[in-house]
């Protein structure tokens, strides 16, 4: 029974030690994908953008590996490798996001913006509407907005101001329940579509609370339609 328990003693020293290696290979590779994000194939499942799309949570890996180094009992310099090298390379790359996070004092001449993808499946726009409000934005850009929840976020607003590719002309009766709140400049045709002839257009330039002066079409770029720009007055 002596030698046994001599053994197994012994064994156990060992056993932590052997943990130390895995640990490491782990802190290494975290490492790599931090800083080689880029070096990753992209074309089998997306894996690089989707290691990208998570790339700052790849920081709550060092505590785990700082724990499963302390279980293992690993020496100090596997520890300091565990925590500093991939702990410093996470601050390098996302430790500004941290410090002044809140912006800093708004002033005068400050332009609050708030961005929202509301859902066309959402059940509540007015309480999401509601919810947005309370930020106290100067200026709301909304996606995925139907044209039966735009009430519920345009009325409790003073201004508004859409712009979008709608894929209808001012005349569509489809885009009635929008036209029937908000107004566009009816100064030119403004055709946007198809770039080459342009006969329609479909790209607009809305708002309510503003005054539309003017909306015109730009030179074609590389798109199938043309740039549209508008002046609004206040």
Sequence with gaps: MDSRSARLRAFAPRA??????????????????L??????????????????????????????LLLCGLAGRSPRAVLLVLVLVPATV?????????VGAGGGPATAGDLKVLQHNVSDENRDPAGTARALARAGPDLIALEELTPAALPAYAEPLRRVLLLGDLNSTLDDRGLRPVTSRLTAARTGFGFTWPAAR???????????????LSATALPATGSDRLPLTARLGW
């Design 35 to 64: 800083l080689g994000h880029r070096m990753l194939p992209n074309r089998a499942g997306h894996l690089g953008s989707l290691v990208e799309t998570f790339l700052p949570w790849l920081g709550a890996a060092v505590p785990v």
């Design 198 to 212: 342009p006969l329609a257009r479909i790209d607009q330039v809305l708002s309510r609370g503003l005054r539309p």
């Design 16 to 33: 932590r030690y052997r943990l130390a290696g895995p640990v490491v290979a782990a802190a290494a590779l975290l490492t790599f994908l």
């Design 90 to 98: 996470w601050t390098a790359m996302f430790g500004g996001m941290l």
